[in-house]
């Protein structure tokens, strides 16, 4: 069986003793106040006296605290929205004593009326003051509630939003990512038909993959190289024997979880500031490895330089912005970007984000 306070419940057993300790400090109080005064009574008489008072506003406590919640005590106090707490406490404080003094008669030999003299003149004050003290513990522990329900509120409201944000970032990327692949095509189509058709082909693969793999905001490292080997398919249509790709994977972390389409957009600037606006040849790198607690990733070509004042961070369009974006969103201060220049010739962007792996049934490969 339990006792009902508010939202709270505590066991019977538990509750009558916490009441029972709060009775047996008040009788010591009293024997020991008469016992300096020079006549004092059995010590049983006290403990029976103080368990009648305390015992009762056990009793009344589980109604004091509903009372506290249909009149609740706000802040800032105001005047005049007291007077029903105020009245409450005094009604509850009258029933407490007029219960202990009905209860005194069975133990006593006096009547109602001399019971009831002596425990409005001992214990109004307390009873009172008893009142207003659950009074205050239930408004506590409500405002904690209260303050407990707001702050998981807040953390739920906060993970929304992230995912909110997460998703406006990937909506904003697939479109990038789709209008310049059908820039592509469309160039092609008046250089070379039957290659614009194979990227087509390619590219509707691509979208087929990518709405099988993409369900969450992670993927493993293994499901995103499958979507990153159909859209580099799409870049050696176009470019031809100019375009080289080379991936190196440590084995051990390609069960890792990493956003997904993170790469693709990466590969797209490398090929972009690379092959893309410049002459001759560029092999295009992708190595993953574990350092720590950390999985890095590295995207790197041959054939492009970064600008003389070091502008590594900044102005790189869409893909690379999104990408630091949500490494931020998902990782906080674990998801980094960096770009380099590379010896004699090249750039290399680097990820690094939190070493987690993901239990997952190898995903299908197709050849690109």
């Known amino acids: 069986m339990k006792v009902r306070l508010g939202n709270t419940q505590i066991g019977m057993g538990r509750y009558l003793g916490l009441w029972g300790v709060v009775a047996l400090v008040f009788a010591w109080q009293g024997y020991m106040r008469d ?54 406490s005094l009604g509850m404080t009258g029933l407490a004593l007029l219960i202990g003094a009905l209860v005194s008669t069975i133990t006593e030999p006096s009547g109602l009326a001399e019971q009831w003299r002596q425990f409005v003149g001992q214990h109004a004050a307390t009873g009172l003051l008893t009142c207003w003290a659950l009074f205050v513990i239930q408004q506590a522990m409500q405002f904690r509630e209260e303050k407990a329900r707001r702050e998981l509120e807040a953390t739920q409201l906060e993970s929304e939003l992230a995912q909110s944000r997460l998703q406006v970032l990937r909506t904003q990327l697939q479109p990038h990512f789709l209008f310049n692949t059908m820039h592509a095509i469309a160039t092609l189509l008046h250089e070379d038909v039957g290659s614009a058709e194979d990227m087509l082909l390619r590219l509707s693969d691509l979208l087929r993959a990518f ?34 790709t080379r991936i190196y994977v440590a084995p051990d972390t390609l069960s890792c979880a990493i956003p997904s389409l993170i790469l693709q957009p990466l590969v797209e600037n490398a090929i972009k500031h690379g092959i893309g606006e410049r002459v001759g040849n560029d092999c295009i790198e992708i190595e993953s490895r574990r350092d720590g607690e950390s999985l890095v990733i590295e995207v790197r070509n041959r054939n492009s330089v970064l600008e003389p004042e070091g502008a590594a961070t900044e102005g790189h369009g869409i ?43 190898e995903p299908e490969v197709v050849d690109a």
Request: a negative charge; glycine letters at 6%; proline letters at 5%.
């Open 211 to 244: 709405l099988d793999e993409c369900q969450g905001q992670e993927i493993t490292l293994q499901q995103e190289l499958v979507l990153l080997d159909l859209y580099l398919g799409i870049q050696r249509t176009r470019f031809k024997d100019r375009l080289d």
């Open 319 to 361: 893909g690379l912005s999104n990408t630091r974006l949500r490494l931020n969103e998902l990782y906080g201060s674990k998801g980094q970007v960096e770009l380099q220049m590379l010896w004699p010739q090249g750039v290399a962007c680097r990820l690094r984000l939190p070493y987690q792996v993901i239990d997952e049934d």
């Open 35 to 88: 016992d300096l005064a020079g006549h004092t009574w059995d010590f049983i008489d006290y403990m029976r006296w103080s368990a009648i008072q305390w015992y009762t506003w056990a009793a009344l406590a589980p109604l004091v605290f509903r009372l506290g919640e249909h009149y609740p005590i706000r802040v800032p106090l105001r005047l005049g929205e007291l007077w029903i707490p105020l009245l409450a």
